[in-house]
């Protein structure tokens, strides 16, 4: 398995105005390599010329793995979804990325019930087939660039809770559409990462590895707060500080024999970015990665 790092930790795009002024995208990648990852994604305030971002990520080392593209997923925004697919799919094959990972756009009714899933209003049938049938044709772009689909679950979406992870799976096709399984966003949603693991092998094409503060994540169901103030209140924690069995997960990754990337996420930080990078980095490679 190799191991990279998000860059959302720098530029988080859900609570941007309060996190003060953005930071430049080569201080973000300056880090991301001082800390020994070899790989990140595509972030906030990264160049869309290929040009430009391939050459400052050679200059540091580092692959370009991957992108999150945010789509609506149902109701009339087809083309808008689509559009936006194949632009950023273009940008991935010209930097010699490997992977796209879709994901619902989570509309402001679902964000608010993120974790709380079973109190949230649900897609119909119809609704569920139409958003399987748009995830098909978004694969089926990413497929074109030479590119692996992969969908990520997220809490605050349609797309959040084991049942509708189970959805999911059931109306899309492997290997056109794998999983970024982000182990962070399953266990916020109330999922056992390592079972869906363990379940759906054939699935697991990359994963973000993210933790959870416990007791954040207890004070934000109880209190029937939205993902929004999750961020705030850093409900995502460095690795190894939360309540996943990091240990496990690679334990059930290996058993499943998966060699691809880990890319290590946290989507705000309480700390200096330098210091969670390494601090992560250091206790994997405790874990032998």
């Keep these: 398995m190799r191991v990279g790092f998000a860059p959302i930790a720098w530029n988080n795009e859900d609570i941007a105005d309060e996190l003060g002024p953005p930071v430049p995208f080569e201080t973000v990648l300056d880090e991301i390599a001082a800390s020994g990852y070899v790989a990140t994604e595509l972030g906030s305030g990264f160049p869309l010329d290929s040009a430009v971002l391939r050459s400052a990520l050679q200059a540091r080392g580092l692959t370009l793995t991957s992108a999150w593209c945010g789509l609506a997923l149902h109701g009339d925004s087809a083309e808008a979804d689509l559009a936006h697919t194949r632009e950023l799919c273009q940008l991935l094959s010209d930097v010699g990325a490997l992977f796209v990972n879709l994901a619902h756009q989570g509309p402001p009714e679902r964000r608010a019930f993120a974790g709380r899933a079973a109190e949230a209003s649900r897609l119909s049938n119809e609704q569920w ?21 992969t969908f990520h679950a997220h809490v605050g979406t349609f797309v959040e809770s084991r049942a509708e992870l189970n ?5 899309t096709s492997t290997p056109l559409v794998k999983l970024c399984w982000d182990v962070g966003h399953a266990l916020y949603g109330g999922s056992d990462p390592l079972e869906v693991v363990r379940q759906h092998p054939e699935r697991i ?30 409900v995502f924690t460095e690795v190894g500080r939360g309540v996943l069995d990091v240990a496990a997960l690679l334990g059930a990754l290996r058993e499943i024999g998966y060699d691809g990337w880990l890319m290590v996420e946290q989507d705000s930080t309480w700390l200096a970015h330098a210091a969670i990078t390494h601090a992560s980095r250091a206790y994997l490679r405790q874990l032998g990665v």
């Design 167 to 171: 959805e999911l799976l059931r109306r």
């Design 129 to 149: 087939d139409r958003l399987a049938e748009r995830v098909c044709q978004a694969a089926s772009i990413a497929q074109q660039y030479g590119l692996q689909a």
């Design 205 to 234: 094409g990359y994963i973000h590895l993210k933790d959870v503060d416990g007791s954040v994540l207890s004070e934000l169901r109880t209190q029937r707060l939205g993902f929004e103030e999750g961020i705030r209140r850093r």
